[in-house]
Structures are given as C-alpha cells and as structure tokens.
C-alpha cells in the first residue's frame, strides 16, 4: 500500500465513521471531542469498511476487490453503523461509558 492509498482509506474511514456516528443515535461515543473523537471515527470507519467489503464482496459476491475505495462508499456505511452499534452496546454493557 502506497502513501496515497493510506491517506485515502485514513479519509474514508473517518468519513464513514462520522456518518455512522451522526445516524447511530446514542452511541457511546458521544461524549467525545477534538482529535479522540476523530481518531474514534477513524477507527470505527475503517473497521466498517472492511465489515461492509466483506459482507458485500465476500458474502453476497457484488463489489470490486479494492478494500477501501470511495466507490463502496455504502456499504462501508453500513458496516460502520453495524460496527458502532456493537462497541456502544459493548461498552454500555462493560459499563466503560464516562459519569
């Protein structure tokens, strides 16, 4: 993966976990602001969107093989919001959430 591959996916995964964030309603992560909050969408859109490839590609067989390209934008949005739900639901179960 060159350098321009990375910032590509670093940008889809951060605008695909601030779109996931913004229709998950009560995410656990709402609390957060700035450069973590960034990093928490980042984070959350990228393993969306290898969520969203493989149920896509890997299961229903409709995609391309490029992981993070801007064209699979959907369904790294479902994967993000299937992600986001999951870790908030882990998280208010752990009781990790802040007072």
């Not at 996916?9 to 609390?31: E, S, W, Y």
């Not at 973590?36 to 299961?59: D, E, H, Q």
């Given at each position: ?22 229709l998950v309603p009560g995410d656990a992560f709402r609390h957060m602001s ?66």
């Amino acid at each position: 993966m060159d350098i321009g591959s990375l910032i590509a996916a670093l940008l889809l995964g951060l605008v695909v976990g601030a779109i996931a964030r913004a229709l998950v309603p009560g995410d656990a992560f709402r609390h957060m602001s700035g450069p973590a909050s960034w990093a928490v969408s980042t984070g959350l859109g990228l393993l969306g969107a290898l969520l969203g490839y493989w149920i896509f590609t890997g299961l229903l067989g409709i995609g391309d093989e490029d992981k993070f390209d801007w064209g699979g934008i959907v369904g790294a949005v479902i994967g993000a919001i299937i992600v986001v739900v999951a870790a908030s639901a882990i998280m208010k179960r752990s009781g990790r959430l802040p007072a």
